[in-house]
């Protein structure tokens, strides 16, 4: 939640939830009084969907129309409280009846990619816009979070199993025939394990 490149436009997250969300709108602020045709893309968990100052900075972005997309990465159990017990109106998405809002599949790379481009282009000429985008976390939220004493272990397998994201993708590369099994091997051994074991994360040059 620290890392922070100002050189890539990455402003990073933020140790208060939720609290990015305010930060993310001021840059929305920042590229339309610069008159840049570009957005803020500024995320949030379902966890800190009910935190005040997103209701605040939204109610702003709406008022001045910002250039401002607002993720929210729906896992269903934020640091480990289901969302229908810690949310009156688990529909993140349209919690806003004065800003749009779409839900996307977030385990699926091509409903996301269009999802983000229309987002882009609406918020570019209209104003805030809402995705959400049901994921899943594997593992617990912490070091100190064993992920399972609020869900079964058959619950995770059984996303795993149907919803992977990795899974889906290399199955739809072999349908297509962009890769073959063997190739598919290989590229599994030096990235997909990767990614699946890995907790770091990289910003892109």
Known sequence: ??????????????????????????????????????????MYGDGAANQGQLFEACNMAALWKLPVVYVCENNEYAMGTAKNRGSAFPFFHKRFPYIPGIKLEGHNVFHMKAGMAYAKAYAIEHGPIFIEAKTYRYHGHSMSDPGISYRSREEVQEVRKHRDPITFLKNIILEHKAATEEEMKVLDFFLFDWIRTTKLFFLAN
Do not use: C, E, P
């Not at 050189?7 to 339309?32: D, R």
């Open 1 to 42: 939640m620290h890392m922070y490149r100002s050189k890539t436009n990455f402003y990073g997250g933020n140790g208060i939830v939720g609290a990015q969300t305010s930060v993310g709108t001021g840059l929305a602020y920042g590229l339309k009084y610069s008159g840049k045709k570009n957005v803020s893309v500024t």
